[in-house]
């Protein structure tokens, strides 16, 4: 790998478009492939990244095409779009790419590592412990750039499931760790499953319609956001994963001491979490796009194959489970009140 990449980047979403932006200004020749309107957005407008009132990186001009076309000859093939898309885009993509060329993978859960792998052969992996949305005045009005908000929790995590590709995977590292934080792991799939824990929050937030900053459901988010943590460490502590040395998530003891703790103790620092919490993937695909699509299989649904692989009983994940399964196909979308949920999953508060 030379010095500046060409890297195309496939999916246009918020991975996709901020990591363009980070590695268009580091120098590197990065072609975004987007589509529709999306494309258009893109092609003709700046983009910036912004963490709360600090900017990350200025007006910046993203080179935009909207045909595959564009990943041939490239050194690093970055695949962002999400798992219940993946392997329509494999069986589109594996036609355009030089079978050397190296792909990374990042899409949330492990769905990808057996995706991918049935049609490329250099695959390395990556974790993104941030997440980011748009900022909705830079898509619903005619400002002259495109701003997103990034929450960054932990460093973006590199790796492979079998240790294979190390010198790629170190290079992978040194290239991301010029603009954001970064590191290579040797427990890849232990890391993995540590973010599945972290992004179960997701459709927690996604079906109270992303209200997790109201003060008046604080309480009810608090009782529903400890219950499937708490079951979700105990299915990890089953199947034998170990925590990793940084992670997004507390260490573990400290989340299962977080249930026995009073609330005068544990509220202010959930409330102060959940403020720099801002939307998910998973709520725009269901609050602003109403697909009824979401990453709820390959994030919830990996959790519940875990606890019923170790036989861990996880009451609360099943049930939010189903719910959420059954709410975002509902056309509209209709989110309910953290206290309704609560009191649907058969929680109280303490």
Known sequence: MKEPLKIAILGAGAMGTTLAAWMTTGGHDVTLIARGENAERLKNRPVRILSGDEVLVG??????????????????????????????????????????????????????????????????????????????????????????????????????????????????????????????????????????????????????????????????LQAVVTEITNEAIQTLEAADIRPPSKSPLPPWWVIKLGKLLPNILTRPIFRRKMAMVGSTSMASDILSKNTGRSELKSINGALLALARKHNVDVPYNCRLYDLCESKFRETPFQPMSATDLLNHLGGKLT
């Not at 250099?122 to 997440?131: G, H, M, Q, T």
């Not at 792991?185 to 993995?192: Q, T």
Request: charged share 15%; with cysteine; net charge negative.
């Open 59 to 220: 007006d910046t001009r993203l080179t935009v095409m909207d045909g595959i076309e564009a990943i041939g000859g490239v050194d690093l093939l970055i695949v962002t779009v999400k798992n219940f898309d993946l392997e329509g885009c494999c069986q589109q993509l594996v036609n355009y790419i030089d079978p050397e060329t190296l792909i990374l993978g990042l899409q949330n859960g492990i769905v990808n590592q057996f995706i991918l792998p049935k049609y490329f052969g250099n695959i390395v992996y990556a974790i993104a412990n941030y997440n980011a949305w748009q900022e909705p005045c830079s898509i619903n009005t005619t400002e002259d750039r495109l701003d997103w908000n990034v929450n960054i929790n932990g460093p973006i995590i590199l790796g492979t499931p079998d240790n294979q590709l190390q010198p790629d995977v170190q290079k992978l590292t040194k290239l991301f760790s010029s603009f954001i934080g970064c590191q290579h792991s040797l427990g890849f799939v232990d890391d993995a499953y540590t973010k599945i824990v972290s992004n179960l929050a997701n459709s927690v937030t996604t079906i109270i319609g992303n209200s997790h900053h109201e003060e008046a459901g604080i309480a009810s």
